[in-house]
Each structure stands twice: as C-alpha cells, then as structure tokens.
DNA sequence: AGCTTTTTTGCAAGCCCTTGCATTTAATTT
DNA sequence: AAATTAAATGCAAGGGCTTGCAAAAAAGCT
C-alpha cells in the first residue's frame, strides 16, 4: 500500500517531552472529553462562552489526568510572559555582597508582590551589557520587564539599556539624565538626619565611612555634608574614608581607624555591615562604641537591634521598596511609563549612637 | 475583485508585541538577508549546515537589526526550558525569615551555578500543594526541574511531590523515607560537634535552642543528644527550649533564658540567628557571654565573625551546598536519577564559646 | 559537457496553546 | 411547526522558533 507522495507521510513524533512535566497535552483531554481543543482551553480559562456543563465535566477530567495547561505555550499564544526579570548589577565573580541582608528583603519584597499580580520571577546576575553573556532573558523574550536592583557602577549603562528597551525599573539614587524610572530611598535626607542626629548628641568629628563612587552612598555622604555645613563645620577630607559593602573587606578597610583614633569621636556608616564591620575593628583597638565613638548606620538589618551595640540607623523600608517597585513596574507594562519616586526614611534610635545607654 | 471562500482572508495582525521586547523575529531578518528562515535559524544556533558566508552575512544583519531569538518560542520548539524552578517553602505570609542570611547566599550559589550550566532561576514562593495557588511554574512547564531550599514542615509533600513529578532535589535533612534526592549539611555531626566543644570547655547543663520539628533541626539536637550521652550526662529536657528561625520571634522566645539561670552554662543554638537573639537577650538580664554563658551557633552567617562577641559556630558550606545542589539537577535532568549526599561541616571556633579570649 | 557527490537551502510540519469567525445546536417566539 | 434569536462548539490560523527531508546549487570527476 503506497501512500500517494503528496500525501504528508505519518512521522514519528519527537520525543522530547520532559518527563516529569506535564505530560497530557489539551490535544488529549480534547480527546477524552470528546470536544474540541478550544473548548478545553476556553473551559479552563474561564471563558463564558462554554456550557457549564461540559466546564465542569473537561474540569473533571482535566484533573483525573493530572493535567496542567503548559504556561510557555500559553504565553507564546498571548504575546506575554508574566515574569519580570530581576537583575543584581554587581560585580561579577562575587555574588558574595548579595549577603547583605538588604538583598534577601528586597527579593522577598518584590517576589511576595509580583505574585500578586500572578507575575513570575527570574533572576540573573549576568547584566544585558556583558560582553561574554550576550543577553539577559529579558532580551530573549523570556520576561516583561526588568528590575535593577541597585545600579552600583552601572548606571550610565542601566540608562543606556532603559532607553533602548522600555519596561525598566530600577532601584537606587534617581538622577535628573534619567528618563527611566528609579525608585530608591531618600539618601540624602538619610545621610542628613544621621549626621545631624551625631551632631546633636555634641559629636563633632564625624568620620564618613562607605564608596563614594557608588551613586546611592554619593547621595548619602551628599547629606552628611549638609548638615555638616549647616552645623558649621567643614568636612574634614581625613575623616571621609573609603569602605566597601562587603563585609570582610569593609573591616579590612576600618583597620585604619585605629590610626586616626582620637582624631575622631563618631561615625556615620553607609551600610548596616559597615557599621558592624567598624565596630569590630574599634573593638580590636580598644576603642569602645558608643562610649569613645558614636556610631549611626543606614539600612536597617534585622540583626541590627539583637547586636552589641544595637545599631542606631536609617531604616530603609525594603518592604515598601519592593511594592513602590512593582507598583511601578505594573504601570509600566500597561501604560507604557511610570514615574520615579523617593521614599522615606526613618532614623531609628538605638545603642550605638550613645543616646540610649541602657 | 472577490476572493474566492475558500482563500483565507488576509486577517489583521493582532497587535500583541511588547513594546521593549525584541521588535525583530526571525521571519524578518528572513527577508532582510534574503534566505528562508530555517536558514537563519541555523545561522544563529551555529548549525554545520549553512555556508560560513551566509552566515556572516546574517549574523551582521541580526545583528544591525538588534535582534535576539524569543527563548520562549524557541524553547517551546526544542520541547525545553532551560530553566529551574528555585522555591523557598516557607510559612506563607512572612517571607521575613528569608532574612536569614544563608538564604540569600543559598541562592546566589544557585544563580551561579546554574548560570555555568546556561540555566534560568524562577524564584517561588507559593509551594505546589498550596491549595489557593494552585501550580509551581515547573507542573506550568515554565521550568525543567525544581530545587525546594529547605524542606521544612512540608517533607512529607516535597516527598509526594517529588515521587509524581520528577527532577526534584531538596535542600535539607535526608531521611531513609525519600527516594528524591536530598542534599544537606551532616547536622547530626555539627549538633555533635558544637556540643562537644562545649563539654570540652567544662561546660555541663547546655541548653538547645532550636524548633526540633525541623527536620534540620532536628538532626542537630540528635547530634547534640549523641554528645551528651556519649558525655554520661542526661539530658535536661527543661533545658531543651524551642526557638524559631524569625530573628524576632527567636528573641522574644529566648526571654525565658533569664528566669532559667544559672540553672545552665552553656547553649548550643541552631542557628546562628537564635545565637545573636540569644546573646541579645543574656545581655538584657545581665548575663555576659561567653563568661556566664557559652554559646555555639550554627551556619556561619558572614556578620558572625564581627559581632561582639565573635560567633563561634558550625560552618556550613552554602556556597558548596549550592554547587552540590545544581550538579544534582544537571545529573538528574540527564539520567533521571542522582544520589542523596551529605556534606561535611566545620567548627569555627571564635569568642562565643569563650574558647578564645581575647 | 555530462554525471555523480557534496553542500546549501527551502518547504512544511510541529511544539502547545488562543481566538475570530463560521457553523451547529438549543432555546424562544409567533 | 416554522422562523427567529441566542448559546455552544468547532475550524483553522497564528504566535516565533526548530528540523527532517526533498530540492536546488555548487563542486568534483572523467
């Protein structure tokens, strides 16, 4: 029996399907309910326009067979993804800094939020402007939008990328050359009510510890200055000292200030982890905080009211960040912009100032 | 001029493209250069099977048109995703206790790992026996296989799940029950450890402090029982307190410490969060650590090395965990099977236990 | 130049869904 | 009961890509 050659001859289907996915097909339940294809996906999808009778005996069968409609399928059909991308511009090599607890809660943030609004998340390290790692999945089609969590050393390219692909949000020190949106904490107001929070206490030599190169703790020693200057008091370049967020080199950098000791009498820590890295370091010296030096951090850790000093600081709300940022992201994705916004900060009184001696 | 009926009408193009998505599909970059798409399509996936000419050419093209392949479709054609499902099974609600800082690192070794390997990160919340939501992005087929970071009170769903869908492997307390792969910390020889070193001190009445319903945990008190009796001394159940993960919570449940001494010398903490809650809540009392009280904790958190005092405690390898955990998934998505293991952990002996004074 | 062999290309089916429109079936109306 | 309207279903195209196989083009031989 030869089949006439332009007949489509039956070919052996692929067998590719993953095995533990799912592995019924709409093609199949079609099959076992004896409609259509259509039917099933209107079915499941809620649509009214099929009877409710037949919904409820395609449900039935749907879930006899276990059957879960292939999302990837799905959202190729509908032009969509529903997952944002959310990117760590940090250096590459060490994701070692994403230990700073900050991180964790701005992820938890935006995954707790971005699930409410039934989105996914990805996350990558690799930025889009890496030149071994052409893409970020966002270019690959594989998600609606981006989050920059941070925009570090990046941000000329963070606006660069913005400009090109829309749907970016990031987090971090908004700029006036940005016309993207940026969402981040008030840093200057921050660095000032820190600063200004030392100064009342009759602090007068104030050591500002963190990297300046990076925008965010730009815009916090920006507010440090302030308030020094409204105090009248001109910065003393000495007493502004280079510490990165890493934990460890933070507290290699803070050796130094043992030397300086007593040509200081408090510090204003950019980071929580700087501030505990400063701590130990004074500590190794003899230096005693809040009694020598007073010490005033920002971000607001977890672990930092359960440490010895407790760690006065300027609480960022992760939490609202994370939402402000989705919020933002949603706008974005429907009406094509959205706004940027500076949120607020809080000083949050504890030890290590010296204010509370309990 | 009527079309015939039996022509397909020319249909409007639904606009669904996302704005910043990748504006180029391969049809396009087709025509531009000229050749069929198939050809394209090898061009960029670097098929033998098109001229080293043609491909340039199109490469250049793609390339001027700032083109990149929609992963979905393609995805979705190869009948893959390349992607894994990472889900963090905690009380839902709070992701608060991501805070915890192995968390984070948990997942960037994860990121990492997988980005070697050209794999995606979907990070979840909602677990899959979760009633209100009803599918994990991996039974959506948005996923290749999933890796649940921590098992929790949920073993014995990961372990259903895990026996319907393969390519699971959990992080946690392997267990003679699961047939899925499991890799975790030998916390029996870590609880055995930490309560060793502080029998060795001299210390006798140790409290534990831990939620003995974790598995996890679990395994560290039987290590911590082991130590004990191996010692000839019983265990004290008044001494045996539950403590939860929640920084906050842990501190508020180690408030009961006060009214307990002296009747104790020592506490082995099961995590090096309970540790710091537990140092916290000493000092509120009175009691100074490590000379009323030594204290061993558990993970190696990075902040413990430069809190006062220094945290001695049980290192695990999160880093390696998480390399551990990927080489698993690559070895099960390939075979469809790979072995539970059991990592080794180390005691980094710091100033907590009162071991070094310093 | 004519034929065989090897390279390159293109065709079209398939991955698993969604949805506009035509068609069938059921419910109403006169 | 016939005609009209409304409700439920199915058909087939389409989303952007891959790939087996057939067809075309180029290369190698005699």
Known sequence: MSQSPTEPKERPARETRAAGASLTTMNEIARMAGVSE??????LSGSPLVAEKTRERILKIAQAANFSVNQ???????????????????????????????????????????????????????????????GCA?????????????????????????????????????????????????????????TEHLLKLGRKSIVFLGDRTLPEIAQRYAGYETAMSAAGIAVNDKLVLNAPFDIEKARRACEQLGDLFPGFDAIFAASDMIALAAIAALRDKG????????????????????????????????????????????????????????????????????????
Chains 1, 2 share one sequence.
């Open 38 to 43: 259509s039917t099933v996906s209107r079915a």
């Open 138 to 194: 966002f270019l690959g089609g594989r998600a609606d939008g981006v989050v920059f969590v941070g925009q570090g050393r990046h941000r000329a390219d963070i606006r660069d990328f913005a400009r090109a692909q829309k749907r970016v949000v990031a987090w971090g020190a908004a700029d006036e050359g940005n016309d993207h949106c940026v969402v981040g904490s008030d840093n200057i107001r921050g660095g000032r009510m820190a």
């Open 287 to 358: 230096i005693t905080v809040p009694k020598d030096v007073s010490i005033v951090g920002f971000d607001g850790i977890p672990a930092g009211a359960h440490v010895n000093p407790s760690l006065t600081t300027v609480n960022q709300s992760v939490r609202r960040g994370g939402a402000v940022i989705v919020e933002k992201m949603m706008q974005l994705l429907k009406t094509g912009e959205a706004p940027s916004e500076l949120l607020p900060v809080e000083l949050i009184v504890r030890q290590s100032c010296g204010a509370n001696q309990t």
């Open 72 to 134: 990837q399928a799905r959202n190729l059909a509908l032009g969509q993804t529903r997952t944002v991308e959310v990117i760590f511009p940090i250096e590459p090599g060490t994701l070692q800094q994403v230990s700073d607890p900050f991180f964790v809660d701005m992820l938890a943030a935006l995954t707790d939020e971005l699930a409410k609004h039934e989105y996914d998340v990805l996350i990558t390290k690799s930025t889009p402007w890496d030149e071994n790692r052409p």
